[in-house]
């Protein structure tokens, strides 16, 4: 204080030394420090509109309208039954359509946020309406992975106190993964050994991400999130059990791969890229298991492609798929399959487009994973660059590609459409 | 089209992040302003929370329009805490005759330190307010006469006399009347 020359020397000392009795204050206390910092956040999203997707649902929609408007004036007795065709068409779009771009919007909600409601009762929904138990266990593991990811941002924005019910949240979906994956077993036990291997990754993955972000948490909640790490653990040594007696299979399958294919070069290339992608997300387990996966997928598209149009045919509706999930690893998957078989249709003949069709299958396929683990539309659009890059090797896969990257964005029609 | 996304993207979390970015830096120094004047945590951290959600409702979300963010935030602190006093009687100023003598012994240093502070906080809450905010921006948070100045809207002149006038004020509250007992 006498150092910098701020006081004259005609101020009374006594005065001097009473105001610097104020000066020091106690440390502050950091759980009423992030209380009010959270508070802050929230006020700034209430203030911020931080669902850019909301905005452009509500231009999109009147932009839409106006223009239908404006044919309807043209003949009035096609009025009525266009109206009809409307009331149709609006009815498939609320219910279809409407779901989407809902999700869409709903899709970024954190828990306390206005639109988490909407989400969490879409993805009850999808669970209920989802019979076959294959779909079934992968939905109960993207919605596994999104509790994961929304912990994480929940966690950025300081909200600590939602963390407790997210990860008993996370647990709930892996219990149910792991139900009907059990199920699954005695129809299917090559599919529930995948999921198991699945299972087990994202358990991994999220005692990972959970014991990452321990350090950053205060106290009380740390202890809540040690207690859903063990929840976790003990989860995935049950889990551990059941793969033992069902990893055989997937060897064996394995070993058909490579009998079969003796002219792929394609597909080492694409290896590549998936481990580079994976290698970001630091999940090693996770890597061994999709690759296996990956596998098996390219044992169908190779026997499917003999009949490229029937190809065309069902992988349309694959399309669909993607497009009301936005970031599920079924309909990536199976989007790619879609392009590929475009590919053929498009360009070039002979033995190099069955080699294009395996490539934009496997390129696809990595789509759907590098989705799952990502957040949303950006990673969606990161992978896409990545196959790319793997397929540029050969001639006739450029269509194929950025298709690809379109279906990973979520509009994957858009993309088959023009391909088509 | 990837790119057209990245694109559209940053001018909105840029602008969150840089509304962030002021929090983090001002909070502290905020807090502990607030709670030289309140002596009390809780009341302090309200008296911070308060100050800047009245801060992004001003601004409504966007980037904040005026200058000096800085001087605008302890101008808001300064009120809350003003209004907060208003809403109560004023804490008595005779408090100095209770100080234990001695002065060695710690908890007794302590009670003696807090009713030293309690006093010279009444004798600070009797000035006006603005003379008061430049005694505390001045002495307790060591701003220069141009910053005061212009947290306060006033010349770099006006300032030094209204310094000189509080000064002689407080003087009297806390030297004056400390001498008379």
Redesign the interface.
């Known amino acids: ?1 006498k150092s ?1 020359n ?2 004259d020397p005609s ?2 000392p ?3 030394q ?2 610097e ?3 020091d ?2 440390e ?2 950091p759980q ?2 992030a ?3 959270a ?3 929230r ?2 999203d ?5 669902h ?1 997707a909301q905005t452009l649902r509500k231009s999109g929609e009147s932009i839409t309208f106006k223009s239908i408007k404006e044919r309807f004036t043209m003949k009035p007795f096609t009025k009525t039954a266009f109206s009809i065709v409307m009331i149709t068409i609006v009815l498939f779009v609320f219910l279809f359509g409407g779901v989407g771009i809902m999700a869409q919007a709903a899709e970024s909600a954190l828990p306390g946020d206005a639109l988490y409601p909407i989400k969490t009762s879409l993805e009850q929904a999808r669970i209920s309406l989802t019979t076959d138990a294959t779909e079934k266990v992968q939905l109960h593991l993207q919605l596994a992975e999104k509790r994961m990811e929304e912990i994480q941002a929940v966690v950025e924005a300081g909200r600590f106190g939602q963390v407790a019910e997210l990860s008993r949240q996370f647990n709930e979906q892996i219990q149910l993964a792991l139900k009907t994956t059990r199920r699954l077993a005695q129809t299917n036990p090559q599919g529930a050994a995948e999921f198991n291997n699945l299972i087990n990754a994202q358990m991994t993955q999220f005692s990972l991400a959970l014991s990452k972000m321990l350090n950053d948490l205060p106290a009380p909640i740390q202890s809540q999130i040690q207690n859903a790490i063990q929840a976790s653990n003990g989860i995935g040594s049950q889990n551990q059990d059941q793969n033992q007696n069902q990893n055989q299979n997937q060897n064996q399958n394995q070993n058909q791969n490579q009998n079969q294919n003796q002219n792929q070069n394609q597909n080492q290339n694409q290896n590549q890229n998936q481990n580079q992608n994976q290698n970001q997300n630091q999940n090693q387990n996770q890597n061994q298991n999709q690759n296996q996966n990956q596998n098996q997928n390219q044992n169908q598209n190779e026997n499917q492609n003999q009949n490229e149009n029937q190809n065309g045919n069902t992988n349309g509706s694959g399309d669909d798929d993607s497009n009301s999930n936005g970031s599920g690893d079924n309909g990536n998957g199976s989007g790619g399959n879609d392009n590929g078989s475009d590919v053929n249709d498009n360009s070039s003949e002979g033995n190099s487009n069955d080699s294009g069709d395996n490539g934009n299958g496997n390129g696809s396929g990595s789509n759907g994973n590098d989705d799952g683990s990502g957040n949303g ?2 990673t969606g ?2 992978s ?2 990545d196959n790319d890059s793997g397929n540029g090797n050969d001639s006739g896969n450029g269509n194929g590609n950025e298709s690809g ?2 279906s990973g ?1 979520g ?1 994957g029609g858009g993309g088959g459409n023009s391909n088509g | 089209m990837a790119m057209e996304m990245l694109a559209s993207k940053p001018p909105l979390t840029v602008d969150r992040q840089y509304l962030v970015s002021i929090y983090e830096k001002h909070s502290p120094e905020l807090y502990r302003y607030a709670y030289r004047m309140l002596g009390d945590s809780y009341l302090a951290e309200d008296c911070v929370s308060e100050t800047f959600s009245r801060f992004i409702r001003v601004n409504r979300g966007s980037n904040p329009a005026f200058a000096n963010i800085r001087a605008y935030l302890y101008r808001v602190t300064h009120n809350w805490i003003t209004d907060h006093y208003r809403r109560q009687p004023l804490p008595p100023l005779e408090l100095v005759e209770d100080i234990p003598a001695g002065e060695d012994h710690n908890p007794a240093k302590m009670v003696s330190r807090q009713l030293e502070q309690e006093r010279v906080r009444a004798a600070l809450l009797r000035l006006q307010p603005d003379q008061r905010l430049l005694i505390e921006l001045r002495f307790l948070e060591n701003w220069s006469y141009e910053a005061v100045a212009e947290a306060l809207g006033k010349s770099v002149e006006a300032t030094r006399t209204m310094q000189h006038r509080a000064l002689s004020v407080l003087k009297r509250l806390l030297v004056d009347l400390e001498d008379e007992i």
């Open positions: 204080m910098n701020l006081y101020i009374d006594r005065v001097l009473a105001l009795s104020l000066r204050t106690p502050r206390d009423l420090a209380q009010s910092r508070k802050y956040l006020d700034l209430a203030y911020i509109p931080s850019p539309n950006d659009n990161g896409g660059n990257g379109d964005n509009n």
